[in-house]
């Protein structure tokens, strides 16, 4: 079956622009987590949804990143006023139960790098 | 906040040389889970330990959880070239309902 897709791959962009990310987690799992990653270091936790709210978005850095998942199931990390910093890898991982206790599937991530 | 820590960072070994990456965390863990990544690749779930003192193998790789549940480390014997790849712990206390990961050992393998 189909794993965890993520659109686009590689996003290059301008500072101060808005962009979004998509992902489209595994059909059927109930748990969707944002990560981002910067070279060299693990993934770092941003957002987690059980359906269709977010059940802990602490990671969020700022009041410029949000995330949505309308129908609970495709979710759309975007982000406002782009910033150099906010350059990394975008990662989107499903599960089928709570991710803490059940095994993640990463998506291939987005490379997002602002100019 | 909850820490996890992993060391070391790099490990360079030849191959058939055993390797070993340890992780710690600053709170005590509801389970801790273990990812592979390869280079240019995202992480591949390896394994998830839950309770204290549990030791878990595959194949060549052994994991274990420390007897407080704050620390892990995933051995492995015998090092093969497709054992290149970042290796993350993360681990999970139920109370942040989320998985806090290591920053990775990153293993090379000389033929």
């Known amino acids: 079956g189909a794993g965890v897709s993520q659109t686009p791959s590689n996003k290059v962009t301008e500072k101060g622009k808005y962009v979004e990310l998509r992902c489209d987690p595994i059909?059927?799992?109930?748990?969707l987590y944002w990560y981002r990653q910067s070279l060299g270091q693990g993934p770092e936790f941003l957002i987690y949804?059980?359906?269709?709210?977010?059940?802990?978005d602490s990671g969020l850095p700022n009041d410029r990143f949000f995330a949505v998942r309308p129908e609970g199931s495709v979710s759309t990390l975007k982000i406002q006023r782009t910033e150099r910093g906010d350059s990394a890898v975008y990662l989107c991982?499903?599960?089928?139960?709570?991710?803490?206790?059940?095994?993640?599937?990463f998506g291939p991530g987005t490379r997002l790098t602002v100019l | 906040g909850q820490q996890v820590m992993q060391i070391p960072q790099y490990q360079h070994v030849q191959e058939g040389e055993d390797f070993t990456t340890y992780c710690n965390s600053s709170?005590?863990?509801?389970?801790i889970q273990w990812y592979k990544q390869r280079p240019g690749g995202h992480p591949v779930f390896l394994i998830q330990?839950?309770?204290?003192?549990e030791v878990k193998k595959q194949k060549r790789l052994t994991f274990q959880f420390g007897e407080a549940k704050k620390n892990s480390s995933l051995h492995i014997t015998a090092t093969q070239t497709t054992d290149v790849g970042t290796y993350f712990c993360?681990?999970?206390?139920?109370?942040?309902?989320?998985?806090?990961f290591g920053s990775g050992t990153q293993l090379t393998v000389l033929p």
């Open positions: 991982a499903s599960s089928y139960g709570e991710g803490g206790t059940d095994t993640q599937y």
């Open positions: 059909s059927g799992h109930t748990a």
């Open positions: 949804f059980q359906g269709t709210g977010a059940a802990d």
């Open positions: 709170t005590t863990l509801s389970n």
């Open positions: 330990l839950v309770k204290s003192g």
């Open positions: 993360a681990g999970f206390s139920g109370s942040a309902r989320q998985l806090t």
